[in-house]
């Protein structure tokens, strides 16, 4: 019997997720000693920590490792992915205290939640190894599932909580068989070793077959979370039901991590590429069309966004079946623009729902009058998440649909571009309404507090700044995803 | 002693995973859809653990091990928040029947 070697490990790789679980620690533990309601040491704690990962994640970038008997790994895709996760957790910490007061929903094990969940979300970023990847899934959706449900005393809350959990639990379960399967082809549950079983497999032969059905179900799974038609079913209710801080949180986080496993996964299917991408253009095509034009006829601000979202999976699944570096880019880049304008445009609807206003598009008419500031960070979301330029989300709909032209996938850069098209009907007549007079007296005179000012200023000018000189993160995304391709590796590991 | 062939035991993993999939979608009572969802999870580590009898080294034999254990292990952590949320829905009113939990939708 062969003894089993204890692998040399290197520690700076997991150090940004170790500190997000250690800060997790720390306010939960702090929680207890905080008279009750008391909650901004904890959001500051939690700051810190997120903070002080995105320092050590910094200090990663450019640097290729695998480490821990290679279950963890450290390239820049994943500096590139957990920074954004890491700002949008800390965007969303930001304006959390003052909406969960308002709302009289004053439980302290939000902050501790949302610190699990972004190291769930980081984890299965950090990671080729399927195992690392499912506990990170898990991690980051049973805090989610929590959060969803956090309105304890309201109904709606608690049932979009329980329909997030059945079919989050449901998709799951076809992820995890898919790695089961994945297991029985290849003896390991690496991504990295993909191409090369299937190189090595014989068409009609039982390896073949397993690796199909594997990439098929754990597409299933990673559709759902990344909220990919026709996988989508649960993304109105949940985002419409669940505290909106938390929307925005889901929104921007689980797509990002849910994305970089397929970006990861897909690319290591690339000699399978054949077989996966037809069924990936059809989701593409299908999200790009219900997302975009189900939202067309949304009059919930919140559920109009939703299916928005499926829309935006859409364009990104469209990055994907392209599979060449500008579109492998634009994801990249699409991803970090669009967990900035995901946050701040629920962060804007968190305002008006905090004040017990109604989240439709009606009552948004008028907001500039009251709100100038809040009307006008919503006027700039908006267009960028239309994709109208000077604004970041215009470059990353740009490098898609170069990529899409680039792949040879024409018929979905015209479906991108068409539907973009519609997209902007909807985004322009909120923008439109929140400039028009309103139809009644608003319901509750409210301000913009000052955390919730300098998370808008942030989005702002991170989606202006990217939207004026996208050349610094379109780079810095082309070189990830050139490494990636290149499989440079500095494996740490061994006696 | 004449062995259980692997096919067997793959076959048997994949009937209750169509099984399970299948009650999820007819089931009504949140319980028992809770219940298919780890019928389906008890399915795939039943796969693994056929597997990982067929691995050739020992490395590879612990890796589909120890994912079960990680399995069962998340499965109960499922239990705990699933239960919790249904326990909240059923004192906020008296029931959780799927068909009735439907006020978000318009």
């Known amino acids: 019997m062969e003894a089993l070697n204890i692998p040399q490990v290197e520690w700076s790789a997991l150090l940004p997720v170790l500190t997000v679980v250690g800060a997790a620690l720390l306010v939960l533990i702090l929680e207890l000693f905080l008279p009750r ?85 980081m984890l299965m970023i ?24 956090l309105a304890r005393a309201e109904v709606r809350s608690e049932e979009a909580a329980l329909k997030y959990f059945l079919l989050g639990a449901f998709a799951s379960a076809f992820f995890l068989y898919g790695i089961a399967l994945l297991y029985g082809a290849q003896g390991s549950v690496d991504m990295r070793v993909i191409s090369a079983s299937w190189v090595a497999s014989m068409p009609g032969k039982m390896t073949n077959a397993l690796l199909v059905a594997s990439l098929a179900l754990m597409l299933v799974g990673l559709g759902f979370k990344a909220a990919l038609a026709p996988f989508h079913m649960w993304t109105p209710d949940v985002y419409q039901g669940a505290p909106t801080v938390a929307t925005a949180y889901m929104a921007a986080v689980s797509k990002v991590a849910a994305f970089g496993v397929l970006l990861r996964l897909l690319s290591a299917a690339m000699p399978m590429l054949d077989l996966w991408s037809p069924i990936m253009w059809a989701i593409a095509l299908l999200s790009m069309l219900v997302g975009n034009l189900v939202a067309l006829i949304q009059r919930d601000a919140k559920r109009m966004l939703a299916y928005s979202s499926v829309g935006h999976a859409g364009y990104l699944a469209v990055g994907l ?19 900035l ?12 729902a905090r004040a017990g206003d109604a989240t439709t598009v009606d009552a948004l008419r008028g907001l500039a009058r009251r709100q100038p500031f809040a009307a006008f960070a919503m006027a ?53 309404s929140l400039y028009a007079d309103a139809l009644e007296a608003p319901a509750a005179r409210w301000s913009v507090p000052a955390p919730m000012v300098v998370c808008l200023l942030i989005c702002l000018i991170g989606l202006i700044g990217l939207g004026i000189a996208p050349r610094p993160l379109a780079e810095s995304s ?14 740490v590991s061994g006696e | 002693m004449t062995a259980v062939p692997a096919s067997a035991y793959l076959t048997l993993a994949a009937f209750l995973f169509a099984i399970g999939a299948a009650g999820v979608l007819i089931k009504r009572n949140p319980i028992v859809i809770f219940m298919c969802i780890e019928l389906m999870l008890n399915a795939v580590n039943l796969t693994f653990l056929t597997f990982a009898l067929h691995q050739p080294n020992l490395q590879a034999q612990v890796a589909g091990h120890v994912f079960v254990l990680f399995v069962i292990g998340v499965a109960a952590a499922e239990v705990a928040v699933g239960l919790g949320i249904i326990v909240v829905i059923f004192r906020l009113r008296e029931t959780i029947d799927v068909d009735s939990v439907s006020l978000l939708r318009e």
Request: no cysteine; glycine share 10%; proline share 2%.
């Open chain 1, 321 to 339: 079946v392209s599979m060449n570096m500008t579109s492998l880019t634009g994801v990249l880049f699409y991803l970090v623009a669009y967990a």
């Open chain 1, 380 to 432: 700039i979301l908006m267009l960028s998440l239309a994709g109208i330029p000077p604004t970041a989300g215009f470059w990353g709909k740009w490098y898609l649909f170069l990529g899409a032209l680039e792949g040879g996938q024409t018929l979905l850069a015209i479906v991108l571009a068409l539907t973009s098209v519609v997209g902007a009907a909807y985004y322009l007549r909120l923008t439109f």
């Open chain 1, 341 to 352: 304008m995901t946050v701040g445009a629920f962060g804007v609807l968190s305002l008006m």
């Open chain 1, 37 to 121: 309601g008391q909650h901004t040491p904890l959001m500051l704690v939690g700051l810190l920590g997120l903070g002080l990962a995105g320092y050590f994640q910094l200090a990663l970038w450019g640097a290729s490792l695998v480490t821990w008997a290679e279950t963890a790994l450290s390239d820049n895709i994943a500096v590139l992915l957990n920074l954004a996760i890491l700002v949008s957790s800390g965007l969303v910490l930001l304006f959390a205290d003052d909406y969960l007061r308002a709302r009289n929903m004053r439980y302290g094990e939000f902050y501790p939640l949302l610190l699990f969940a972004t190291a769930g979300a």
């Open chain 1, 126 to 149: 950090s990671s080729t190894n399927l195992m690392v990847v499912f506990l990170g899934l898990e991690v980051l959706s049973l805090s989610l599932y929590v959060l969803t449900g």
């Open chain 1, 478 to 491: 082309r070189q990830a995803v050139e490494r990636m391709a290149n499989g440079e590796w500095q494996v």
